[in-house]
């Protein structure tokens, strides 16, 4: 009963340390995406 119980608990925080990742990665993204657009003034295709 422990093992599984274990195990568990170990998924959760894989798979919250991985959404943390991602959600830090496409704000970064965006904050980039956004400071360049305000550099040069238009964005260029």
Same mark, same amino acid.
């Given at each position: 009963?422990?093992?599984?119980?274990?195990?568990?608990?170990?998924?959760?925080?894989?798979?919250? *340390?991985?959404?943390? /990742?991602?959600? &830090? %990665?496409?704000? *970064?993204?965006?904050? /980039?995406?956004? &400071? %360049?657009?305000?550099?040069?003034?238009?964005?260029?295709?």
């Amino acid at each position: 009963m422990s093992t599984p119980k274990q195990e568990d608990h170990h998924e959760i925080p894989s798979l919250s *340390s991985m959404a943390y /990742l991602a959600v &830090f %990665l496409a704000v *970064s993204l965006l904050g /980039l995406v956004l &400071f %360049l657009q305000l550099k040069f003034g238009t964005p260029v295709p």
